[in-house]
Nanobody, 120 residues
Framework: QVQLVESGGGLVQAGGSLGLSCAAS????????MGWYRQAPGKQHQLVAV???????NYADSVKGRFTISRDNAKNTVYLQMNSLKPEDTAVYYC??????????????WGQGTQVTVSA
């Protein structure tokens, strides 16, 4: 019905940068909210950044000033630019979207996850 496909991620040295993107496709009428979460081994799922339509971005305190979330509404795509990466940013990053479908149903959808590894 609705699919989220992530790209980007990989391995980078501390202090480096990476960019993630997530494209939503399928029976989409509108997207209210798109964001990124992450989960490191042995840790809880954590909100990284989120964009809600008509509102400013929200970031986890640990990434403020280093990460930037943006969105291309025409492409139903959300981006996460990650700068000044730290080893503690190592995690699987998941895209999430809150979607109204063309069937007027509201659903919450997840991407498959992409690995980000930051070496010291």
């Amino acid at each position: 019905q609705v699919q989220l496909v992530e790209s980007g991620g990989g391995l980078v040295q501390a202090g480096g940068s990476l960019g993630l993107s997530c494209a939503a496709s399928g029976s989409i009428f509108s997207i209210n909210r798109m964001g990124w979460y992450r989960q490191a081994p042995g840790k809880q799922h954590q909100l990284v950044a989120v964009l809600i339509s008509g509102e400013s971005a929200n970031y986890a305190d640990s990434v403020k000033g280093r990460f930037t979330i943006s969105r291309d509404n025409a492409k139903n795509t959300v981006y996460l630019q990650m700068n000044s990466l730290k080893p503690e940013d190592t995690a699987v990053y998941y895209c999430n979207a809150d979607v109204w479908t063309t069937m007027r149903a509201r659903g919450n959808y997840w991407g498959q996850g992409t690995q980000v590894t930051v070496s010291a």
